[in-house]
């Protein structure tokens, strides 16, 4: 079974400064036979450890708010995230780049 194959990926603001608070929004597409039941999103940021569920929205729109560390150095980092339907299956991972500035 696939789940969740297409995602679309929005931040606010599009570019962070340390600081701030950034809030990351991804909406799941539909799979298979007119989509699956989604029971959570996660995300992950591997580099610094950081691991969450992300809150649900919607049927198939998640968010993640976060404030950006001061410490954070300016740079691009990947996020990580996928999906896990009601039967425990999880989905192929959607990789974003989020950008700090200093």
Do not use: C
Not at 62 to 78: H, K, L, R, T
């Amino acid at each position: 079974m696939s789940i969740a194959n297409e995602a679309k990926v929005t931040f606010d603001p599009e570019i962070g400064r340390r600081g701030e608070r950034v809030k990351l929004q991804i909406e799941y597409g539909a799979a298979g036979n007119g989509g699956e039941t989604l029971e959570r999103s996660i995300m992950r940021i591997s580099d610094y450890g950081i691991y969450d569920a992300m809150k649900r929205e919607g049927d198939r729109l998640f968010s993640w708010s976060y404030v950006i560390p001061w410490e954070a150095p300016p740079g691009v980092y990947d996020i990580e995230m996928y999906a896990i339907d009601t039967q425990g299956n999880k989905g192929p991972i959607t990789t974003a780049h989020y950008q700090i500035k200093a």
